[in-house]
């Protein structure tokens, strides 16, 4: 069964400062890999994705993320935050070849933008 | 595009009562998924159905809980009776397909608290 590890379960910054958020998952099998935000009281929203092609992936609000598959992670990056990206971010994986379109997802990070 | 909507937004119980969570999926969407996310926790998947037939519910602790998707849209997910264990914020999801690839849409999710 696939796992995902992320690493920091808060990651403090100041407004305009770059962030890392870091996703390790487990299996060497080919994967789909996804990452979602959840804004306080709400559901999941979809940043960004990668399904194959690029290693470099775009996604909504100025987040990007890189697939490194020789070290099975998939981070997150923004090069300036601002307070609104104050959130939670989960990082999931998807097995290719699994039967099913189950996502596994990490524990989350909480990404908190101070002025 | 109307949401994934759910409802209620917050339900407060006590143990060994019983409970129920309502989902309406984006429209057209054939596949909806139940999610349990306890505090500090990623979601879990509780269910996955396509149309109105379950696709995987190998997590879902049968004893006690149950869904259905009457008419492969409206979604029902039921406790009964209630654990303290399980309070959490449910979360519904709906996709188009069971194409790993499509991205899952969330709802605002209901909060369970169990006394």
């Known amino acids: 069964a696939q796992s995902v590890t992320q690493l920091d379960s808060q990651v403090p910054v100041f407004e305009e400062a770059p962030v890392e958020l870091r996703c390790n998952y487990s299996s060497s099998v080919s994967v789909y890999l996804f990452w979602y935000v959840q804004y306080p009281n709400q559901g999941l929203q979809l940043l960004l994705k990668?399904?194959?092609?690029?290693?470099l992936v775009k996604g909504i609000n100025g987040f990007e993320a890189e697939f490194n598959k020789s070290q099975t992670s998939f981070h997150l990056r923004k090069p300036s935050v601002h307070i609104s990206d104050t959130a939670e971010y989960f990082c999931a994986v998807s097995d290719q070849n699994s039967g099913y379109s189950t996502l596994t997802f990490g524990k989350g990070t909480m990404l908190l933008v101070s002025p | 595009e109307a949401g994934v909507a759910q409802s209620p937004r917050y339900k407060i119980i006590e143990k060994r009562q019983s409970v129920a969570f309502w989902c309406n999926p984006i429209?057209?969407?054939?596949?909806l998924y139940w999610y349990q996310q306890i505090l500090g926790q990623g979601p879990k998947l509780l269910i996955q159905f396509q149309n109105n037939g379950v696709v995987d519910d190998s997590q879902l602790p049968k004893d006690r809980f149950s869904a259905e998707r009457l008419k492969g849209v409206d979604s029902t997910l039921k406790i009964q009776p209630a654990k303290l264990e399980d309070s959490a914020v449910y979360l519904c999801?709906?996709?188009?397909?069971?194409?790993?690839?499509?991205?899952?849409?969330f709802g605002p999710g209901t909060r369970l608290t169990v006394l």
């Open positions: 990668y399904l194959s092609g690029s290693t």
């Open positions: 999801a709906s996709s188009q397909g069971r194409d790993r690839r499509n991205t899952q849409y």
């Open positions: 429209s057209g969407h054939a596949t």
